[in-house]
């Protein structure tokens, strides 16, 4: 199957920076999702992108589908965006989404 | 409904008994899916329906599991005989229809003592 890596494996910010994470697949892949995971375990859904580019107030995304990637951007950082930040895509027949290890980000005040 | 809403939110379980996990899609959607996640894990795929069907069990770890959604609604993974390493929160998403944005349930935390 489809395998999706993502960087950092864990990132550490100073409240107000900016950072970009990084998800790559092996294969082409169909309904590019990101998400972030709150503290308390559920998943957000934060981009349905499956190319170009997305804005959505202090965080964006890119896809590029060609090349098998996708970034996703955070602007300004705060410490409620601490978390876990999940890729997950599908691939050829697969109906499921397969799903990245993850970014785990921590925002220090 | 406004979400995907998934019961119990935590479930505490004796090794060797059976539990249900259910799972209440957004109205509408017919693809459903449920995912393990392990402590500091990514989530793990188990099943997949569309409709009633499930076209894509090749997740379920063991015959221990099994799955069943009605009316094209309401799913129950049921696993029997638990096992501490059973011990995981498990997730279900729904999407309109195969292929589109998937929305995850808050999960459910089953702990195996």
């Known amino acids: 199957g489809i395998q999706v890596e993502q960087s950092p494996p864990d990132l550490i910010l100073q409240e107000g920076a900016n950072s970009t994470l990084r998800c790559n697949f092996s294969?082409?892949?169909?309904?590019l999702q990101w998400f972030h995971q709150n503290p308390w375990g559920q998943l957000i859904n934060l981009f349905y992108?499956?190319?170009g580019t997305k804005q959505n107030g202090r965080l964006s995304a890119t896809t590029v589908a060609t090349e098998r990637y996708s970034l996703l951007y955070i602007s300004s950082s705060q410490t409620t965006d601490s978390g876990v930040y999940f890729c997950?895509?599908?691939?050829?027949?697969?109906?499921?989404?397969?799903f990245g290890s993850g970014t785990q980000l921590t925002v220090l005040p | 409904g406004a979400g995907v809403s998934q019961s119990p939110s935590n479930k505490v379980t004796e090794k060797g008994k059976d539990v249900e996990l259910r799972c209440d899609p957004i109205s509408g959607h017919t693809a459903l899916y449920w995912y393990r996640q392990s402590l500091g894990q990514g989530l793990e795929f188990l099943i997949y329906f569309q409709g009633n069907s499930a076209p894509d069990k090749s997740g379920l770890p063991s015959d221990r599991f099994s799955a069943e959604r009605t009316g094209g609604s309401v799913s129950t993974l049921t696993i029997q005989r638990t096992q501490q390493e059973d011990s995981a929160v498990y997730l279900c998403a729904s999407s309109f229809q195969d292929l589109t944005e998937a929305f995850f349930g808050q999960g459910t935390r089953l702990t195996v003592v």
């Open positions: 992108i499956p190319s």
């Open positions: 294969d082409s892949v169909n309904n």
């Open positions: 997950a895509g599908n691939s050829g027949s697969a109906r499921q989404l397969t």
